[in-house]
Structure formats: C-alpha cells, structure tokens
C-alpha cells in the first residue's frame, strides 16, 4: 500500500529522532563549562528527551486527530527543527527548553511512525521496521561523531545549531512523500480506540521499551564523557559514541525481518541484550583497554530497540491497537527511561567514579533481557 517515497520518508524522518540526543551529548562537557552550569544541571539536561518522549508521547493520539496522521508527522520534524534552533540562543534554561521542545517532536515522531509503518506496510513490517531503525541509529551516529569536529569551527552553538538543517529537509521531504503515498487517507484515519492498560501483555510491551530506553538515553548521554575520564580524548569519545550508535544500521537491517518472521522474537532480544551486558561489563572493568569493542557490543545491545519496534506492531492485531499500544509502551516507557540518564549521573557525582553508575546499568539490563523475553512470545493483547 505504501510508496518507495512514503519509505524514503520515514526514513529521513527516523534520521531526525536521535542527533538532538548524541550531539548534545558529544559536546556536554564544552556546553556546560561554557555556561557555568552544575552537575546536577548536565543530569537534568541527559535526563529531558526520556521525561519529554514520555509526557509528549501522550498527546500524540490527540495530534492525530486533530491533525491527521501525515499532517501530525510533518509537524513533529517543525517542532524539532524549531527547538534545535531556538536551544542555542541563550543560557542553561534556554538550553533546556529549547532541547524539550525538539525533544516534543521526537516524541510525536516515536509514537507516530511505527504506526505509519503498520498501516502502510503491514506486509512488510520488518522489513519496513528494519530500515525506520537502521536511519535512526545512522542518523544518532552522524550527531555523535559530527558535532565534535563542527565545534571546533563554528563553536557548540552553531555546531549543534545545524542539525536544523538535517529536520528542516526531513520535513520537505516528508510532505512530498506523505501527498503522494496512496495510502495517505487510510493513514490519516488510524487512531487508538481502546485503553490497554488492562491489559498484562501491553504492560510486559511496556516494561521492555522503558528499560531499554533507560539504557540507550543512559549510553547516549554519558558514554563520551565516560571515555573522556578513561584518558580518551573528546573526540574519541563522540566518535566511540557514533560506532555505538551506528552498529545499529547492519543490525536493524538484518534482524527485524528475520526475527519478525519466527514463531517468537525471545531467542533474538534475550541475545542481544546479553551482548550489550558485555559491553557494559567491560566497560566497567577496563573502559580504555579495548573501548572499540565495548563500543560494538553495547551498540549491539542498544540494537534492540529495532526489536522493541518490530514488538510493538507483532503483538497487535489492527493498526488501532498499534497505536493504542505505540503511545503507551512510549509515553510510559520513556518516562521509565528517564531515570537512566538522571540516576547515572547522580550516582557519578554522590562516588566520584563510574562503578556504581555502570552497576546500575547492568541491573537494568537484567531487567530488560526478563521483560523482553517475556514481549517476544507470540501472542497479541
């Protein structure tokens, strides 16, 4: 039902929803000591897009409604590029509104395009999935490993400053895309029509997504400042970051169509949560021995996001309850997942060292390789 444009669409769409994340990050150290700002300033400013994504998440379905689904979606990547615009004018507080607004329409883009996904390809899920991810993690690769070098020549505002361009195109895009798909007035109908919050296996759906986004937005806001304190440079730090991220291209294009064919997706997820465990591990244990491999491994980890994606859509039966089951497992999800951030860094400034913060990570894990077992059994809610 969908268009090679429509795919292309949500593909540069999908790009947009992590570089206002991992380019912050790669330059959290030059912002902050630019600005002043605490420590408790940078966990607050780690933990926003998981509290926006999640609070945001919940007023998608009513950005659906009243706007339709291709409108809704062209106004996710207007929200962002203003908010990328408007976070480098001014000092700590602009920062951290501008960087809730961008994050509002990354939260729009989240709940939305999986939705997109299953209306407009519900033959074709994972693969579709497969590439929604994989530009998600190339495009949270280019903010990690971009930024640090453009700070150097046009400082961190105009580096972070130019990722507006990169949302600004995605919204062009998507609105020729979106006006040309045939599926243009189906998609603009889905809508939830029931409250799965009855429901056992929307909450097991729920549980994995949160924990897992504790995870990711954890590495993503903390592992180059990791690095950093390790003896790595800055920009080794981003660039470790970027290999992180982007690990999850090859690994979203080649497991969610698999995984999405089997009776079940729990071999996959419990795999892949095992290996980023690793990499954490080693980060614990020898951050600057072999940082490459401890990079790969947790981005193999950070890769089940594809999964929790594909998990989404497989475990409803109706667009409908795709979207019903897309806003909650992301509203609730990413609110759980804003305690990643925050709780590391908190637990780094109350030590000093990173121990106990990577500790935690790997009690999260745990948690999410349980949760993600139990939402890859075949079943629907």
Known sequence: MGTPLLVVGVALAAANLRPAVTSLAAVLGEV?????????????????????????????????RG????????????????????????????????TLIACSGIALGNVLLPVVIKAAFPDRVGLVTGVYTAALAAGGGLGAAATSPLERWLDWRGALAAWAVLSAAALLLWAVSARHAEVGEQVRQVEPRRSL????????????????ALVAYTVMGWMPQLFVDAGLSRDAGGVLLAITSTVGVPVSLLVPPIAARAKDQSRWIGAMSAVGGLGVLGLWLAPAAVPLLWAVLVGVGMSVFSL?????SLRTATP???????????????????LGPFGFGFLHGLTGGWSASLVFVLVIIAGQFTFGVAAGRDRTV
């Open 32 to 64: 902050r000591g630019s600005l002043g700002a605490s420590q408790a300033w940078a966990s607050l400013l780690t933990a926003v897009p998981s509290v926006c994504f999640g609070l945001a998440g919940v007023l998608a379905p009513r950005v659906n």
């Open 67 to 98: 706007l339709g689904m291709a409108r809704a979606v062209g106004a996710a990547m207007a929200v962002l590029t203003a908010g990328l615009l408007l976070r480098v004018v001014d000092g700590p507080v602009v920062v951290l509104g501008g």
């Open 197 to 212: 919050l009855r429901s056992r296996l929307a909450w097991v759906v729920t549980a994995f997504f949160g924990l897992q």
């Open 320 to 338: 409908e309850d795709t979207a019903a089951l897309s806003a909650m497992a992301q509203s609730i999800g990413y609110l759980v997942g804003a």
């Open 308 to 312: 929790a994606v594909v998990v989404i």
